[in-house]
T-cell receptor, first 114, second 115 residues
Framework: NAGVMQNPRHLVRRRGQEARLRCSPMKGHSHVYWYRQLPEEGLKFMVYLQKENIIDESGMPKERFSAEFPKEGPSILRIQQVVRGDSAAYFC????????????FGPGTRLTVL | AQKVTQAQTEISVVEKEDVTLDCVYETRDTTYYLFWYKQPPSGELVFLIRRNSFDEQNEISGRYSWNFQKSTSSFNFTITASQVVDSAVYFCALRGTNSGYALNFGKGTSLLVTP
């Protein structure tokens, strides 16, 4: 049973470019969460999605960031016009329900903005 | 508001020593869940344990044990007879039942076990 898959594992972008991060949840999981980990910091919640719905985006920056989880395919976290401050590790997690189960994390995408 | 404090930023021990990682939390929710995750040098996050606020029994899993005390709002993690493979960053996290969907993480404790 494959775990949460994220790709790419490493992504390098120049300032002003777009970054697209993909997340495929564990089989049977329909709830996806995105977190950001800045250097020397813990993980900060960004957004929670179910299929075709954004449930909670209280942790998303208001500009340049968006997320989706289409009916078919992976969840996508999109960062437009990246800046150096966006350099971080972005983790996706999934769970089978929205009760208080543990969230299973993917390996993360490490974004570096030059 | 939810808050998790891991006061120990870094801990270094010699192999076979016991080590305790502290976690103190704040929440207004009467029902909540506490978690520990391990982040080894490879970077992924590995789930270790989940505890709900109604279950104060201590838990032991091999060399790992957890001490949950509501009276002091603490959920401490002890590794007995530490090994080099235990070297990692350990995160404590909290989720309240009336506080949204996020896991609220502490800043982590970096544990280094040397031979």
């Amino acid at each position: 049973n494959a775990g949460v898959m994220q790709n790419p594992r490493h992504l390098v972008r120049r300032r002003g470019q777009e970054a697209r991060l993909r997340c495929s949840p564990m089989k049977g999981h329909s709830h996806v969460y995105w977190y950001r980990q800045l250097p020397e910091e813990g993980l900060k919640f960004m957004v929670y999605l179910q299929k075709e719905n954004i449930i909670d985006e209280s942790g998303m920056p208001k500009e340049r960031f968006s997320a989706e989880f289409p009916k078919e395919g992976p969840s996508i976290l999109r960062i437009q016009q990246v800046v150096r401050g966006d350099s971080a590790a972005y983790f996706c997690a999934s769970s089978p329900t929205d009760t208080y189960n543990e969230q299973f994390f993917g390996p993360g995408t490490r974004l570096t903005v030059l | 508001a939810q808050k998790v404090t891991q006061a120990q930023t870094e801990i270094s021990v010699v192999e076979k020593e016991d080590v305790t990682l502290d976690c103190v939390y704040e929440t207004r929710d009467t029902t909540y869940y506490l978690f520990w995750y391990k982040q080894p040098p490879s970077g992924e996050l590995v789930f270790l344990i989940r505890r709900n606020s109604f279950d104060e029994q201590n838990e032991i899993s091999g060399r790992y044990s957890w001490n949950f005390q509501k009276s002091t709002s603490s959920f401490n993690f002890t590794i007995t007879a530490s090994q080099v493979v235990d070297s990692a960053v350990y995160f404590c996290a909290l989720r309240g039942t009336n506080s949204g969907y996020a896991l609220n993480f502490g800043k982590g404790t970096s544990l280094l076990v040397t031979p």
